[in-house]
Protein backbone atom coordinates (compact mmCIF):
# COMPACT_ATOMS: atom_id res chain seq x y z
CA UNK A 1 0.00 0.00 0.00
CA UNK A 2 1.20 3.40 -0.61
CA UNK A 3 0.40 6.69 1.17
CA UNK A 4 1.32 10.34 -0.14
CA UNK A 5 1.86 12.82 2.43
CA UNK A 6 1.50 16.33 1.38
CA UNK A 7 2.67 19.57 3.21
CA UNK A 8 3.36 22.96 2.80
CA UNK A 9 -0.03 24.81 2.13
CA UNK A 10 -1.42 27.55 3.61
CA UNK A 11 -2.40 31.73 3.36
CA UNK A 12 0.27 33.45 1.46
CA UNK A 13 -0.13 37.16 0.15
CA UNK A 14 -0.31 38.06 -3.74
CA UNK A 15 3.26 37.72 -4.92
CA UNK A 16 3.92 35.28 -2.54
CA UNK A 17 5.82 32.07 -2.67
CA UNK A 18 4.79 28.67 -1.19
CA UNK A 19 6.84 25.16 -1.62
CA UNK A 20 4.79 21.99 -1.55
CA UNK A 21 5.52 18.83 -0.85
CA UNK A 22 4.38 15.17 -1.46
CA UNK A 23 6.51 12.20 -0.25
CA UNK A 24 5.07 8.74 -1.16
CA UNK A 25 5.56 6.12 2.01
CA UNK A 26 5.63 2.65 0.85
CA UNK A 27 6.20 1.00 -2.77
CA UNK A 28 4.57 -1.11 -5.14
CA UNK A 29 7.55 -0.52 -8.16
CA UNK A 30 8.74 2.16 -9.75
CA UNK A 31 7.23 5.35 -10.36
CA UNK A 32 6.42 6.89 -13.60
CA UNK A 33 4.98 10.21 -13.27
CA UNK A 34 4.71 12.40 -10.01
CA UNK A 35 2.71 15.43 -10.26
CA UNK A 36 0.71 18.26 -8.79
CA UNK A 37 -3.49 19.20 -9.85
CA UNK A 38 -5.57 21.61 -7.89
CA UNK A 39 -9.28 21.94 -8.07
CA UNK A 40 -11.25 25.46 -7.13
CA UNK A 41 -14.43 25.95 -5.62
CA UNK A 42 -17.23 25.46 -8.39
CA UNK A 43 -14.53 24.09 -11.29
CA UNK A 44 -12.95 20.60 -12.43
CA UNK A 45 -9.49 19.51 -11.05
CA UNK A 46 -6.96 20.77 -13.73
CA UNK A 47 -3.06 19.88 -13.82
CA UNK A 48 0.05 22.16 -11.95
CA UNK A 49 2.46 20.11 -13.12
CA UNK A 50 4.13 17.18 -13.79
CA UNK A 51 7.30 15.33 -13.92
CA UNK A 52 8.88 11.73 -15.30
CA UNK A 53 11.01 9.62 -13.66
CA UNK A 54 14.37 10.46 -15.64
CA UNK A 55 17.45 10.46 -13.32
CA UNK A 56 17.97 10.98 -9.57
CA UNK A 57 16.64 14.84 -10.11
CA UNK A 58 13.26 13.57 -12.29
CA UNK A 59 13.08 13.90 -16.01
CA UNK A 60 10.93 15.53 -18.63
CA UNK A 61 8.44 18.41 -16.87
CA UNK A 62 5.32 19.76 -18.46
CA UNK A 63 3.08 22.59 -16.79
CA UNK A 64 -0.49 23.88 -17.05
CA UNK A 65 -1.06 26.58 -19.55
CA UNK A 66 -1.69 29.27 -16.50
CA UNK A 67 1.80 28.46 -14.64
CA UNK A 68 3.37 30.94 -17.02
CA UNK A 69 6.76 30.01 -15.61
CA UNK A 70 5.76 30.76 -12.00
CA UNK A 71 6.23 27.53 -10.69
CA UNK A 72 8.64 25.07 -10.53
CA UNK A 73 7.99 21.24 -10.16
CA UNK A 74 11.30 18.66 -9.11
CA UNK A 75 11.85 15.46 -7.15
CA UNK A 76 13.82 13.25 -5.27
CA UNK A 77 13.83 10.01 -6.80
CA UNK A 78 15.63 8.19 -3.72
CA UNK A 79 13.01 9.93 -1.52
CA UNK A 80 10.13 9.20 -3.76
CA UNK A 81 9.18 12.65 -2.91
CA UNK A 82 8.30 15.77 -5.42
CA UNK A 83 8.22 19.28 -4.74
CA UNK A 84 6.29 21.91 -6.56
CA UNK A 85 7.79 25.69 -6.07
CA UNK A 86 5.16 28.24 -6.57
CA UNK A 87 6.75 31.93 -6.96
CA UNK A 88 4.54 35.39 -8.23
CA UNK A 89 1.32 33.80 -6.32
CA UNK A 90 -2.44 35.12 -7.82
CA UNK A 91 -5.68 34.29 -5.97
CA UNK A 92 -6.71 32.58 -8.25
CA UNK A 93 -4.14 29.96 -7.53
CA UNK A 94 -6.51 29.62 -4.64
CA UNK A 95 -6.95 26.31 -4.65
CA UNK A 96 -6.93 22.32 -2.97
CA UNK A 97 -3.37 21.06 -4.43
CA UNK A 98 -3.43 17.49 -4.71
CA UNK A 99 -0.28 15.20 -5.26
CA UNK A 100 -0.56 12.52 -7.78
CA UNK A 101 1.74 9.67 -7.95
CA UNK A 102 1.67 7.10 -10.76
CA UNK A 103 3.68 3.68 -11.11
CA UNK A 104 4.95 1.53 -14.06
CA UNK A 105 2.26 -0.83 -12.83
CA UNK A 106 -0.75 1.23 -14.04
CA UNK A 107 -2.06 1.86 -10.78
CA UNK A 108 -2.00 5.90 -9.65
CA UNK A 109 -2.50 7.46 -6.28
CA UNK A 110 -3.98 10.85 -5.01
CA UNK A 111 -3.12 12.70 -1.88
CA UNK A 112 -5.70 13.97 0.46
CA UNK A 113 -5.21 17.41 -0.69
CA UNK A 114 -3.33 20.79 0.53
CA UNK A 115 -5.15 23.99 1.03
CA UNK A 116 -3.12 27.05 -1.13
CA UNK A 117 -5.24 30.26 -0.33
CA UNK A 118 -3.70 34.02 -1.81
CA UNK A 119 -5.07 36.76 -0.54
CA UNK A 120 -4.40 40.34 0.59
Known amino acids: QVQLVESGGGLEQPGGSLRLSCAAR????????MGWYRQAPGKERELVAR???????????NYGDFVKGRFTISRDNAKSTVYLQMNSLKPEDTAVYYC??????????WGQGTQVTVSS
Open 51 to 61: ITSGGPSGGST
Open 26 to 33: GSIGSINF
Open 100 to 109: NVQYRLGITY
